[in-house]
């Protein structure tokens, strides 16, 4: 009965390929986001949904490209993984927008380690 | 320039007295701050939140913190801390008119025995 579940906990690829990370929660939420943590575990917003709209798109790389097949899914395709790619991502969501005082529920996290 | 300060890196706290990991927030209009907690290999749990209200805040695990709106801070705040909460805790502050979460570098929590 895990709120926010994401796909595959753990990724070890190679510089180039192509991988997704995919994320779904089942708690009814409108909103979904992506953040990036790097080593030093900075977090960082990448993107992030409401009502399967884009409402967040940091300036990230064009290769990162989200998609929102219904609200409680938010999948993150990366091309061309380059080394840099290295970090932990998570899929996150919420009621509705923070800005009308929602919070955040994270899951658990996607190790993706580019060799 | 929107931000979040958390200016320890490390706050080590023996088992059974008081602990505080310090937050401070920059932000135009009135703060919706956050903390979350990181477990070794888990993501962010939610602790507590301040929107409105009561200055004092009170989460889970025991933990508490205060929004002082002249000092800006946000500091979390246990009275007596457990070997169990040694973690990393991240304070969050929503920037203005937008709705994005922006975090602090955060705090990692040693509690000795």
């Known amino acids: 009965d895990t709120a926010v579940s994401q796909t595959p906990k753990y990724l070890v690829t190679q510089m180039g390929n192509d991988k997704s990370i995919k994320c779904e929660q089942n708690?009814?939420?409108?909103?979904m986001y992506w953040y990036k943590q790097d080593s030093k575990k900075f977090l960082k917003i990448m993107f992030s949904y409401n009502n399967k709209e884009l409402i967040i798109n940091e300036t990230v790389p064009n290769r990162f490209s989200p998609k929102s097949p219904d609200k409680a899914h938010l999948n993150l395709h990366i091309n061309s993984l380059e080394l840099g790619d290295s970090a932990v991502y998570f899929c996150?969501?919420?009621?509705?927008?923070?800005?009308?005082?929602?919070?955040?529920?994270f899951g658990e996290g996607s190790w993706l380690t580019v060799v | 320039a929107q931000s979040v300060a958390q200016p320890e890196d490390q706050v080590n706290v023996a088992e059974g007295n008081p602990l505080t990991v310090k937050c401070t927030y920059s932000v135009s209009g009135n703060p919706y701050l956050f903390w979350y907690v990181q477990y070794p290999n888990r993501g962010l749990q939610f602790l507590l939140k301040?929107?409105?209200?009561?200055?004092l805040v009170k989460g889970s695990y025991g933990f508490e913190a205060e929004f002082n709106k002249s000092q800006t801070s946000f500091h979390l705040k246990k009275p007596s801390a457990l070997v169990s909460d040694s973690a990393l805790y991240f304070c969050a502050v929503r920037t203005t008119n937008t709705d994005k979460l922006i975090f602090g570098t955060g705090t990692r929590l040693q509690v000795f025995p």
């Open positions: 996150a969501s919420s009621q509705g927008l923070i800005s009308s005082g929602n919070t955040i529920y």
């Open positions: 301040y929107i409105t209200g009561d200055n």
């Open positions: 708690l009814g939420h409108d909103t």
